[in-house]
Nanobody, 120 residues
């Protein structure tokens, strides 16, 4: 069972900053893309950001310019630095890792989720 260990969530005021971290086993971190989704109450899970094995980054439209994802190869950890947080960013944030070897060979692992609450 692959464990992705998330940390850094909590309560922050609107306009504030928070950093999330997600640690993965080395065997996963070195060959899997990793990223974050978030799920607000009553809504579908949405992509926040992804960083590939090669270091390319992708962001959901709503967080571009405010959030930054990074990858630490020494600590086998990814980080999501969040600035200018808004109440609508309140959600559970889920770390994931995935890899597609072929169209029928897709593997993904998920963390348990971590709550971020932004007060107005």
């Amino acid at each position: 069972q692959v464990q992705l260990v998330e940390s850094g969530g909590g309560l922050v005021q609107a306009g504030g900053s928070l950093r999330l971290a997600c640690a993965a086993p080395r065997s996963i971190f070195s060959i899997y893309n990793m990223g974050w989704y978030y799920q607000a109450p009553g809504k579908q899970r949405e992509l926040v950001a992804e960083v590939t094995v090669g270091g390319s980054t992708y962001y959901g439209d709503s967080v571009k310019g405010r959030f930054t994802i990074s990858r630490d190869k020494v600590k086998n950890t990814i980080y999501l630095q969040m600035h200018s947080l808004k109440p609508e960013n309140t959600a559970f944030y889920y770390c994931y890792s995935d890899r597609t070897l072929a169209p029928d060979k897709y593997t993904a692992y998920w963390g348990q989720g971590i709550l971020v609450t932004v007060s107005s």
